[in-house]
């Protein structure tokens, strides 16, 4: 029970870090990037900047509903099942990826619904596309993951981390870890770190909430982010294998940031890509049929060894 | 393609550069040269009054109609400036009193933090143009 709660504890304590870090570096480095100085309230407070926006936020509203405190529960149940590292995961499931997937997707749709809630005329149609842009980005992470599952035969994020030891996945699934993370990059610009997401704010109906539901949707949002990053590096890029004579867990950390920042950097190169349209058009020409044949070749690949022999590897 | 490289340059090599803005009340830059803000009457150095005569070709010329020019003659016969007076709410600082000013007696100041509370403020006096404060450059 101890060794539960000491667990929980490092697992809060390792997020919060991370917002607080992520934040403040978020801010500071896309204000760089566009010449800016940073906010006013970052050059007076300097580095106590997230804390001064939370207390901020939470000084105009405290009041938040039944949807919005599901999203709080649920943009932490999803660390229960992820392993951070090898040693901090809550229950270590034989199914683990198959379980964060399905809080991540909930997660995702409920905060699409969160921000359904309205009383104006032409909601429907808006949000509709709100929820065609969210499925038509998980369908090709889905695939990349299901590609990843046949060549690893396993729906366990540890032991799928385990069969990395030789070489990471992303030397047998370079394509997989493109559409990965292009779909990830766009998920980031739906979703908006550091600006207004398109999610919670759209052009008739959507609605930016205040005080606590605000800080509530950015930290949601934070989490998916978070989850989609620690996935990558556990699906891909080895997850806390050592890396010469560099730990584990030095090395999750570095390629967490490493990921962060060039999320911000590709953010920035790309603009704004407002139009709904442009990132369906995006999404279907290329991302889902890339994914799908991604997704075809892997499967023709072990079809083709396992069931008639034809690779002799 | 060829766009997003351009663009990853521009990105990066804005990370090591100075940023363009400031905060405003804490830190200001000083404002360019030539800027053109509240009007100023000159005062003759010798005498320390004002050059207008009070001839009226700035309110004539004014495309607004924002400058009011009273004169009064003095018992010598002089044609002397009563009261000038501008609305700011109306001016569009285009500088045609400056140059149309056969005295050279209006020049434009450097002073431009004009925002207050109440519409009647905004109706400035001789007394407020010969201030020396308006003329300093000062910074933003």
């Known amino acids: 029970m101890l060794l539960i709660l000491k667990k929980i504890f490092y697992i809060l304590l390792l997020l919060a870090v991370n917002l607080y870090i992520c934040d403040y570096a978020g801010n500071k480095i896309t204000a760089r990037m566009e010449l800016r100085r940073g906010y006013r309230i970052t050059r007076l407070a300097s580095s106590g900047f997230p804390v001064v926006r939370f207390i901020k936020d939470l000084s105009s509203g405290n009041k938040i509903n039944i949807w919005t405190f599901y999203?709080?529960?649920?943009?932490?149940?999803?660390?229960?099942?992820?392993?951070?590292?090898?040693?901090?995961?809550l229950i270590d499931e034989e199914y683990s990826l198959f379980i964060a997937v399905v809080?991540?997707?909930?997660l995702l749709i409920m905060l699409v619904l969160n921000s359904s809630r309205s009383n104006y005329t032409g909601v429907f149609s808006e949000n509709c596309k709100k929820l065609l842009m969210v499925f038509s980005f998980i369908a090709p992470v889905l695939l990349s993951i299901l590609s990843i599952i046949l060549l690893n035969k396993t729906l366990s994020l540890k032991e799928i981390v385990n069969y990395q030891h030789n070489y990471w996945n992303v030397v047998l699934q370079?394509?997989?870890f493109i559409i990965f993370f292009i779909s990830m990059f766009f998920q980031l610009k739906l979703?908006?770190?550091?600006?207004?997401?398109?999610?919670?704010?759209?052009?008739?109906?959507?609605?930016?909430?205040?005080?606590?539901?605000?800080?509530?949707?950015?930290?949601s949002i934070y989490m998916i982010i978070f989850f989609l990053i620690i996935i990558l590096n556990v699906l891909y890029l080895g997850g806390w294998q050592n890396f010469y004579i560099i730990r584990g867990?030095?090395?999750?950390?570095?390629?967490?940031?490493?990921?962060?920042?060039?999320?911000?950097?590709?953010?920035?190169?790309?603009?704004?890509?407002?139009?709904?349209?442009?990132?369906v058009r995006i999404n279907w020409k290329f991302l889902i049929p890339a994914s799908v044949v991604n997704f075809l070749i892997t499967l023709g690949f072990f079809v083709a060894r396992d069931v008639y022999n034809l690779v002799l590897f | 393609m060829l766009r997003f490289i351009k663009n990853f340059f521009i990105v990066l090599g804005n990370l090591f550069r100075k940023p363009r803005t400031v905060v405003y009340p804490k830190e200001r830059i000083i404002i360019p040269?030539?800027?053109?803000?509240?009007?100023?009457?000159?005062?003759?150095?010798?005498?320390?009054?004002?050059?207008?005569?009070?001839?009226?070709?700035?309110?004539?010329i004014c495309p607004q109609n924002c400058i009011e020019v009273k004169k009064r003659v003095e018992e010598n016969g002089k044609e002397v400036l009563d009261d000038f007076s501008l609305d700011l709410s109306k001016c569009i600082f285009c500088g045609n009193c400056v140059e149309f000013c056969e005295m050279?007696?209006?020049?434009?100041?450097?002073?431009?933090?004009?925002?207050?509370?109440k519409k009647e403020n905004l109706i400035l006096g001789k007394s407020d143009l010969i201030k020396p404060s308006g003329k300093i450059r000062d910074f933003w």
């Open chain 1, 71 to 89: 999203i709080f529960i649920f943009s932490f149940l999803m660390w229960s099942v992820v392993p951070i590292t090898a040693g901090l995961v």
């Open chain 1, 174 to 176: 370079p394509l997989g």
């Open chain 1, 249 to 279: 867990e030095i090395m999750v950390a570095f390629k967490f940031y490493l990921i962060f920042v060039i999320l911000l950097f590709m953010d920035k190169i790309t603009g704004r890509i407002d139009n709904y349209k442009l990132m």
């Open chain 1, 103 to 106: 809080f991540y997707i909930t």
């Open chain 1, 191 to 219: 979703l908006g770190i550091i600006k207004k997401s398109y999610v919670s704010t759209g052009v008739y109906g959507g609605k930016e909430g205040k005080g606590l539901e605000k800080i509530i949707e950015r930290l």
């Open chain 2, 33 to 60: 040269e030539s800027s053109r803000g509240v009007l100023h009457l000159k005062l003759d150095p010798d005498t320390m009054e004002v050059i207008c005569s009070g001839c009226g070709l700035c309110s004539i």
């Open chain 2, 104 to 117: 050279n007696a209006i020049t434009m100041s450097y002073q431009y933090q004009l925002a207050g509370p």
